[in-house]
Each structure stands twice: as C-alpha cells, then as structure tokens.
C-alpha cells in the first residue's frame, strides 16, 4: 500500500489559482498511475486528472484547459495546478494512487483537502 500526504486546499475567489501537493511513500515501485478525484455534496466521486506511468494524460472536460497534473520524476510527488477556479470546483479533492497487484491492481487513497471558490 502507498500512503499519501495531501496539501494545498484552501479557500480561494473566482478566478484563483492553487496547487495541490501530494506525498507518496511505501510500496511505490509499483505504482502504475496516479491522480487527483474530487467529491462534491450529493455526487460522486469523479476523475480529474490522471497522468499513468508512460506520462499520458486524462482530464475531466470540465477541467481541461485550467487544470494540470503532473509528477517528479521519482513518482513520490503529483501535482495539480488549478487555475481559473470557478465555484463548481468546490469539492473535496483527493489524491490516488493505483499499484500493480496482479491480477489486479490496488487503488490507495489520501485523506482528502477540501477546495472551496467563493467570493
């Protein structure tokens, strides 16, 4: 299992921009994407971003342009840049990391970082 260490939520206006960190540590050798989720009051949760080994690339439509993820080289830290945050954005966001477990795969989880766009 990897365990995840989440920073950067926050408060921000319309407009605003943030960057959320994300900390891995553990069985990293595995690891075979990792992303950022979002979970709003009465939805689900849902796929924002994702970056898989190789260093492609997913984003929400609602995302595409403002967002960007990305990773250091050792894949122990992901990122997300959010810029042009609208009050849809608010939810809270939630880093993952998917490890190979064959025949599957094993998906952890950070703890969360609620983001919040008010004026």
């Known amino acids: 299992q990897v365990q995840l260490v989440e920073s950067g939520g926050g408060l921000v206006q319309p407009g605003g921009s943030l960057r959320l960190s994300c900390a891995a540590s553990g069985t990293i050798f595995r690891i075979i994407d990792m992303g950022w989720y979002r979970q709003a009051p009465g939805k689900e949760r849902e796929l924002v971003a994702r970056m898989t080994n190789g260093g492609s690339t997913k984003y929400a439509e609602s995302v595409k342009g403002r967002f960007t993820i990305s990773r250091d080289n050792a894949k122990t830290m992901v990122y997300l840049q959010m810029n042009s945050l609208e009050p849809e954005d608010t939810a809270v966001y939630y880093c993952?990391?998917?490890?190979?477990?064959?025949?599957?795969?094993?998906?952890?989880w950070g703890q969360g970082t609620q983001v919040t766009v008010s004026s």
């Open positions: 993952n990391t998917g490890t190979a477990r064959p025949p599957g795969r094993l998906d952890s």
